[in-house]
Structures are given as C-alpha cells and as structure tokens.
C-alpha cells in the first residue's frame, strides 16, 4: 500500500514547490513521496512520429502501410539527500514506486486532464559521486494515444473531436418490451435474438468486449452484424433508440 501524508498536517508539503511538469504515476506525485525529488523537465508528450511504410515506384514511392509507433516519454529530474545512505533509501523508494507489470494512468499537472498509458522503462547510470542527483528516466507507452476526461451523455455528441472515438460503455434501460437497436447515423448495436423486458440494463462494455444485461454476461446475444467492433463516436452524432434511455460514456483521443 502507498503511505498516506495528510497534505493538511505536513508543513513540508505546504511549502514544497511542485513543478508545472510534475508528474502524477499511478495516482500519486513523486514529490509527495520523495522530499528530495523535483521533476526537472519532461518530454515526448507534444506531436509524435508516424511510420511510414513504402515500396520505390517508378516515381518516387507507394506508401503501403502507415503506423502508429509506441510514445516514450522521458523525465529529467532531481534527487537529492545531505545522508549518502538515505540517499540510496530513495533511490530504492523510487524504483519500487516506478516499476509496473502493466500500465499505469499517467498525467501532468499542466494538464491535468489528459492521460497517458504507460510503464517505467529505463533508468540512466547515476553519478555516484554526489548526493545531489540530476538523470532521467523514460516511461514507455505502447498505446501513444493522449485520453481526455469522460464525458457522459444520453445521446448527443457536442463535445470536440478530434478523431472519431470508441465509447467506453453504452448503457441501454429498456422502456419497452422489446428487442433493442442502438444507432449512431451509421453504424449499430443489435440484440434481436432474445426480447428483452421493461427496465433491464445491458451495458455494452467496449473495453473488455463485452455485453452484460442485468450484470450477467450475455455477449452471446449481441448479433453476428451488429458493428460493436467499429461503433464509434464524432461530433455531431447522436445516438438513439426507440425502445430504451442511453447513457453513453466516452472520451476525446489525441495524438
């Protein structure tokens, strides 16, 4: 478990000066739990790369293939202890906080509201002749996506996208007894082989590809044509069904 500090009763927390880049790993800033540790700088969170795969034409090239290559993100900071053992002490401290076996949420807190995926990769090789510590460390994000706040709506679509967007869930609270069809203009969610009842739920999990009714698993419903593989969300959309209330939670990807 993560130590708590009670920002309220710890004077140091008050006065520490937390940078703009700070960097908030698995829900806590290293600043709170290291006092000797100050984010010095971060990059590779602004455009990133595309791959371009080609084959040499007559003129020129034909691009046959174009990718999206995993973000790395490097941070510069500092560490430092008057006591060369505590030092080592963070040292550990940090690496324990650091290292994952999966993605973490990684945000910012000049923006706060964007989120990255990722897990601690590398470290460089420390000087060990001071105690007064600058290095880097890189956090490698195999999903270089940047996911904005959720966003909840019974059907419309208003907010900004950039890009045409996944939902993270659809819910359905049937009004009607009935089979059920979800639209979004284009594409659509299907249940016609069981009628369902007045004020069942199903919930269309998008994340983990599934659809529950009333909390029991029941993805062996949804039809074989239904577009839940490339249901997707842009501005201006509006989502409807005849026979059940929505609620549908979603988020802004960037790049």
Avoid: W
Wanted: proline letters at 3%; one cysteine or more; a negative charge.
């Amino acid at each position: 478990m993560y130590t708590f500090k009670d920002v309220k009763k710890d004077p140091f927390r008050k006065m520490k000066y937390i940078p703009t880049s700070a960097m908030r790993y698995d829900g806590f800033l290293l600043e709170d739990i290291l006092e000797g540790y100050t984010t010095l700088k971060v990059e590779g969170r602004e455009m990133t790369s595309i791959v371009l795969e080609s084959t040499e034409a007559q003129i020129g090239a034909v691009i046959t293939n174009q990718r999206l290559p995993a973000r790395i993100i490097t941070v510069t900071y500092k560490l430092q202890n008057k006591n060369a053992l505590e030092l080592q002490r963070d040292f550990k401290e940090l690496m324990f906080r650091l290292y994952r076996e999966e993605d973490v949420a990684i945000s910012f807190e000049d923006e706060p509201t964007t989120t990255y995926y990722g897990r601690f990769e590398t470290a460089d090789t420390v000087e060990g002749s001071s105690n007064n510590i600058i290095s880097t460390f890189t956090l490698f994000c195999s999903d270089p996506y940047k996911y904005g706040a959720e966003n909840i709506t019974t059907g419309a679509i208003n907010h900004h996208l950039h890009y045409p967007v996944t939902p993270i869930t659809v819910t359905a609270k049937m009004t009607k007894t009935s089979t059920l069809s979800i639209v979004n203009g284009s594409q659509t969610l299907k249940i016609t082989s069981e009628t369902l009842a007045v004020n069942d739920v199903v919930l269309f999990d998008f994340k983990n590809g599934k659809v529950f009714v009333n909390n029991v698993d029941r993805t062996n419903l949804l039809d074989l044509d239904s577009d839940f593989s490339n249901f997707q969300l842009k501005t201006g959309d509006r989502v409807t069904s005849d026979v059940a209330t929505l609620s549908i939670v979603y988020r802004s990807v960037e790049l």
